[in-house]
């Protein structure tokens, strides 16, 4: 079994795709700092659940002075189809088709509001490589308990990049098989203090999950 992260695992998170975003906004008058101190307060709700989508950051950002649907529709600009497949990594659908190959299950889970990520997974037609899809908006713990609890399978990889999460996952589930895809926003520091083994790209993923199985 597989078990594998969207955002910064698949897909270029940051900085590629929050980039195209901030710039979307200049030319409304939305500094880059504006949009990052924005989209902190647009990330979460009240109860800790991750709730962002393009519609509350126009909001928040309406809160500052901003027309709510230029804003909007500079957001919608960056989440159109053809513009998101430019945020895919070079070796995204090649890594995918080679763990298919395996015959084994394949599983997304993705953190964030659920809409807002089936959007981009939709749009770039990546459903088709997963037997089951998961969205959680506050942790994948509770994902990964249903899906291990009847799983006899040693041989369960999750592949993903935050270590925070990564390393909890690992402390609730030893028996799961961590490969990390190094994210820039985190040290690498922050990687090999944890032991475990982490690669720059999907290729050397693969190539390492080759060896391992």
Known sequence: MFIIDFDDTLFNTR???RDARAAALAPLGISDELYQKTYHVAR???NGQVWYNN???AQVLALEGFDEEKVFAAFESTTHPERLKEFLFPDTIWFLE???AFN???ILLSLGEEEFQYQKVKALDL???FDRV???DKTKIQVLVELLKNVSDKNV???NDKVSETTAAVSRFPQLKIVMKKSPPFPEAEYEATDLPYFTTLTEIYEYIGKHR
Do not use: A, D, S
Request: aromatic share 20%; net charge positive; proline share 8%.
């Open 157 to 159: 990889w999750f592949i």
């Open 15 to 17: 900085p590629g795709f």
């Open 55 to 57: 519609r509350r950051h």
């Open 44 to 46: 979460n709700n009240e």
């Open 127 to 129: 459903e088709k490589y």
């Open 104 to 106: 084994e299950p394949m």
């Open 98 to 100: 080679k763990l298919k």
């Open 134 to 136: 998961f969205m959680v």
